[in-house]
């Protein structure tokens, strides 16, 4: 019986540490919380008048269990697209979309959770993105939105970083990556670049044609030029002139038919013994 008494003792003692250990580790447990990368945490505290000021960085921490409660917030940059339709400075209507990168400011972690909550994204982007679209689009003409869109992606910037900084937030990028207009304006504008391309060809035709005119304006200078300096050498000169002409174009037919395979010289035969003189020949011999 005293060893059954002693073994039941080991027993019971071993139930009891085992329970000890089970409470301490379940105890532990309770009061260390991890804080994983890109995240931080804001300690509410029901002792110390709520949520503490302090912002949790990563790692493993203490706390009190039931009277602190950690509460995990993301802090890496998301990417977020807002669209919105709205009006241009001359009534065309436009469906324009914005991606915004974003991300809370760390230091304001616990404003941020008192004012709005860990919804926060979907309770600011959203507004505050399509308040700032339609009071910028609202100050620019359809075609301005397409030949400075650079220029209006860069306003919108502005205001959006300015307004989201009243709610806790920071903007890294903000772009606008959709941009259509109604069926009637779209139609319009293809009209205008018709027009356009239509007046530019029309502008040619008459830069083309004044050039041709010039061009006849010159050649007949040039005639005439050319005329009244033959008259006035004829004038000093008589008909030399002309016989020089004939000279110079009698020797440039006479080299192009000596070039040529198909021209065939005959002497005259006629002559001597008081016979007339004929002239030489010269044959065109067709090669085909």
Known sequence: QSTITMA????????????????????????????????????????????????????THF?????QRPITMDVRTKPREIPSVTGTKDLQMVNI???????????????????????????????????????????????????????VSERIKREMM?????????????????????????????????????????????KKAEQERQAVVTRAEGEAEAALIITKAMEQTGSAIIEVRRIDAAKEIAGKLANSRNIVYLPSTAGGNGGTGGSNLLLGIDSK
């Not at 003692?13 to 990368?37: E, I, K, P, W």
Request: hydrophobic share 45%; aromatic share 8%; net charge neutral.
């Open 8 to 59: 039941q003792r080991a027993l019971t003692r071993l139930g009891n540490a085992s329970a000890a250990v089970a409470v301490g580790a379940f105890t532990v447990s309770q009061c260390l919380y991890n804080v994983d990368g890109g995240q931080r945490v804001v300690m509410f505290d029901s002792l110390r008048g709520g949520v503490l000021p302090n912002v949790v960085g990563e790692g």
């Open 63 to 67: 706390m009190i269990p039931v009277i």
């Open 97 to 151: 979309k914005l991606r915004v990168l974003w991300r809370p400011i760390v230091e304001q972690l616990p404003k941020l959770y008192q004012e709005l909550g860990t919804d926060f994204d979907e309770r600011v982007l959203p507004s505050i993105g399509n308040e700032v679209l339609k009071s910028v689009v609202a100050q620019y003409n359809a075609e301005e939105l397409l030949s400075k869109r650079a220029e």
């Open 162 to 206: 300015k307004r989201a900084a009243h709610f806790h937030l920071t903007l890294d990028d903000v772009a606008i990556t959709h941009l259509t207009f109604g069926r009637e304006f779209m139609k319009a504008i293809e009209s205008k670049q018709v027009a356009s391309q239509e007046a530019e060809r029309q502008q040619w035709v008459v």
